[in-house]
């Protein structure tokens, strides 16, 4: 299940988006966080699988008609379990009015998602 991202999960999302090549270090991080909370259209959300456990991270910038995923990060003892295409069935269910999109790093997760459900 999505939860949306708030300050009590601040060194939980940081854990989890360190597992993004470009976010290793510290200070690419903190200013990647920052600046999903600078605006209103930039969320990012945690993912908790079904022992209660945050496991996964998504962040989008939501336009009117544009869902772009920026980020998506999967811890590694979830991965290959498809928590990433749940996590995008799950954003798509809440944003049905919009069109998914990736970015450089995640338009080729977003392409294989499509394809899973027939979508693209």
Known sequence: MLYKYKND???IAMGLLSFIPDLK???HLKAELQWYQG???RVLFLWK???GDFTGVIGVEITADILMVRHIAVSPAER???ISFQMLDALD???QNR???GSMETAGLI???EQHHGTC
């Open 111 to 113: 392409s294989k998602w």
């Open 99 to 101: 069109k998914m999109m």
């Open 9 to 11: 999960y601040q060194k």
């Open 80 to 82: 290959n379990e498809g």
């Open 93 to 95: 269910q809440s944003y």
């Open 25 to 27: 270090e510290l200070s």
């Open 49 to 51: 699988n079904q022992n």
């Open 39 to 41: 605006e209103e259209n």
